[in-house]
């Protein structure tokens, strides 16, 4: 809105014309900054009841996928149009993907000494060379990479979303999915031998997390058929998982909250991955460096915090498989268990980590800014509106207690 205003009075300037008599250029000046004056004045009252939100967060860490929930929530949603126009996104997604997981399953047998590369697959696979895509699906694997690697990817035909069902069913794919996103059930798995599974786990914690493979790779995967209709027009839940990184800066408007987004805070389950933009860097420990910055700035010093621990979803199924310690920030974490009271302390204990880092940077007398953490899981509709709603009554509550009433 600030901004808005001041392009406004550069373009006022420009109405003065060089042939107008000095005087009549004042009174002209006088009008036009008594206007400046009463909009500043209309926009200071109108943004009295304005509460300015700013997403920030890592990449990948959901603040888009929030957007648009926001957008289908209390906006008008996305229009005909406009779903069509996600059709080529998730084509692009689908490719990027299947790419990542040919080229890293290539790279991994390539980097193992032990293997011979890329033998034929047989019914009796050595279960040594797991990781191995089948020679008989090299082919596609490779055209499929380049097609991967290229900027203007083809329109996802029936045949091509065969290919790619091959080639995700391979086992060295399958493994290899499961490895980088190690939240997956076994079932899933196309396991042939205990000993691979037995591999698997033990190389689950070597290399399991040092690909970028998209949090939504099984949800592309599995509606291949679907995406490669002529017909094809996204649903909502296809536009909410697809992904294209923003950036610069978003903003939008509902009730009486503006949200801005900017591509850099929102936690997410990322404790044992690396960051996409620096691969030698732990995601959450980039994300406590991010939150302790901001909470240095003084710019946010009177500024209240709302903290969205996203992908709450793909955490409490991860917290089964990967201990929560492997991050160095939760070294001291000690497991309680397994199942759901397994996931709730390990949840407990993150929040109270973000708490201790909130307090530990914050002004002992900056008791007028409030913090608030919330899981969420930005796919899920019900849950943000819910989020929304409770963020709504801390800020209304907060409005009370600045006017005194509280
Ligand atoms: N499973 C799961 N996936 C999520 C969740 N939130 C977002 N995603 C998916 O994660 C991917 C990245 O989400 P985005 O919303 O694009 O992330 P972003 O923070 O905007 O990323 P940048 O624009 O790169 O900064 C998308 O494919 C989303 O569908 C969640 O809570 N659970
Ligand atoms: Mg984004």
Known sequence: ????????????????????????????????????????????????????????????????????????????????????????VIHANVYQTIKILYDGAKELAQND??????????????????Y???????????????????????????????????????????VHIS???????????????????????????????????????QYFMENLERFSEVTYVPTKEDVLHARVRTTGVVEIQFRFIVLTCISKIVYCCRYDQLLFEDETKNRMMETKELFEWVLKQSCFEKSSFMLFLNKFDIFEKKIQKVPLNVCEWFKDYQPVGSGRQEVEHAYEFVKKKYEELYFQNSKPDRVDRAF???????LDQKLIKKTFKLVDETLRRRNLIEAGLL
């Not at 997403?55 to 996305?78: D, H, V």
């Not at 608030?372 to 930005?378: D, E, G, L, P, S």
């Open 1 to 88: 809105m600030r901004s808005m205003l001041s392009l406004s009075i550069v373009s006022m300037g420009s109405f003065c014309s060089r042939q107008q008599p000095l005087n009549e250029v004042d009174a002209e000046e006088n009008i036009q900054a008594a206007e400046i004056d009463r909009r500043i004045a209309q926009e200071t009252k109108a943004e009295q009841h304005i509460h300015k939100l700013l997403l920030l967060g890592a990449g990948e860490s959901g603040k888009s996928t929030i957007f648009k929930q926001i957008r289908l929530l209390f906006q008008t949603g996305f229009d005909e149009v406009e779903l069509k126009s996600y059709a080529s």
């Open 113 to 130: 000494p032990s293997s011979s590369k890329y033998v034929v697959c047989t019914e009796n696979k050595d279960v040594d060379r797991w």
């Open 132 to 174: 191995e895509v089948d020679a008989l699906h090299m082919d596609i694997g490779e055209k499929l990479s380049e097609i991967g690697s290229k900027m203007d990817y083809p329109y996802l035909t029936k045949e091509i979303a065969k290919e790619i069902t091959t080639l995700w069913n391979d086992p060295a794919i399958q």
């Open 179 to 217: 490895m980088f996103n190690r939240c997956r059930t076994f079932s899933c798995l196309v396991v042939p031998h205990k000993l691979m599974v037995e591999k698997y786990l033990q190389e689950t914690y070597s290399h399991g997390n040092k690909l970028q493979v998209p949090d939504c790779a």
């Open 372 to 378: 608030k953490i919330y899981r969420t899981t930005a």
